[in-house]
């Protein structure tokens, strides 16, 4: 790693820093930055309400944004790479629209089977139901993939079980009441928030096994840049290959939609963000860079959703935001370098 590119990953640290004791400080309640320092030390403050707020609410905000973020950066470099597709984000694949589903489902069948459950099982469910949904086809793109050559044909099928699982949504939607309905759009907004000590455990797991995976798979990456037959000659063993990446993806990107619902763009974003930052196409540079700039994403995100005194921004609706005209912009700045 050259020298510039350890300044830059010092600075997106510093960053996150900042950023990290923001979200801590700002909000409904304002806390100083002194009080911040000796809560986290465990010193005695005057205001005991301000260490409820930070160890109980702000502080896992934080961390999950962090986690999810890093988790999508990693999982769109990985999906970036592998279709060659610049726009290719985390859940192209459709592992997010599977998760939807079956979310849709358990919110709203209820309803029509005229069950009411407990609200602790009631959110225990939508956890374990969009994990179930985005395994069930995760198994599918598996063996779709064993049967076909072509990275192009997966990602069709992709999107074209998107379009599906809409329909049904669609169908869903038509037989539910309004409170239900209204349950699961909130989910499909995307929360940081209201996040447990074990489940913020389990996404840290993860995400480690995740990055040190996707290290793993580094030098094939950067061999797979130069084309699959030229990878193909080297010794690549593509099939396998293509089944760690596909596992890899669906691990990353399934455990934040189980957790904080389908969170958009930064997957797209991130890996173009470290690419253009540290002008270097090197996954061994990329990966801990799209780690870090989708950390700061979320954390971006997240900061901007708690501002508001009375009222939370949903965190899709700010990312997308920022998201759509990012890719436009991406878009024609392709188109300029390609006609100069």
Not at 218 to 237: D, F, H, I, Q, T
Request: glycine share 10%.
């Amino acid at each position: 790693m050259i020298k510039n590119h350890k300044f830059i990953f010092t600075y997106l640290i510093f960053i996150v820093m900042i950023l990290i004791f923001s979200i801590l400080s700002w909000g409904a309640v304002k806390i100083p930055f002194n009080e911040i320092v000796s809560i986290v030390l465990g010193s005695n403050i005057e205001e005991d309400s301000f260490r409820q707020i930070i160890w109980e609410l702000r502080l896992p905000r934080a961390f999950c944004s962090m986690l999810a973020g890093a988790s999508l950066g990693l999982a769109g470099l990985l999906m970036q790479t592998f279709f060659q597709n610049p726009l290719a984000g985390p859940f192209v694949l459709g592992i997010h629209s599977g998760s939807s589903l079956a979310v849709a489902f358990w919110i709203m069948t209820g309803t029509a089977l005229g069950i009411t459950l407990p609200e602790s099982v009631a959110v225990a469910g939508v956890t374990f139901s969009s994990i179930l949904g985005g395994a069930a086809v995760f198994f599918m793109l598996l063996l779709v993939s064993m049967k076909i050559k072509g990275n192009i044909i997966l990602l069709v099928i992709g999107l074209l079980f998107g379009y599906f699982t809409s329909g049904l949504i669609s169908l869903l939607i038509s037989v539910t009441d309004a409170q239900k309905i209204k349950t699961f759009l909130m989910w499909t907004l995307g929360s940081f928030q209201g996040k447990t000590a074990l489940e913020l455990i389990m996404l840290s797991l993860i995400l480690g096994i995740g990055l040190i995976w996707s290290l793993y798979l580094g030098k094939r990456l950067n061999v797979l840049l130069l084309g699959e037959e030229y990878a193909l000659s080297l010794g690549l063993r593509f099939k396998r290959f293509k089944i760690e990446t596909l596992l890899l993806t669906s691990l990353l990107s399934g455990a934040v939609t189980s957790l904080c619902g389908p969170v958009a763009f930064v997957g797209i974003m991130a890996p173009h963000i470290a690419r253009k930052l540290f002008s270097s196409q090197d996954h061994f540079v990329l990966i801990p860079g799209s780690f870090i700039i989708g950390s700061i994403l979320c954390l971006v995100a997240e900061f901007l959703s708690g501002l508001g005194v009375t009222l939370v921004v949903p965190i899709n609706a700010i990312l997308g935001l920022f998201g759509a005209p990012f890719i436009v912009f991406f878009l024609f700045g392709k188109r300029r370098f390609r006609d100069a």
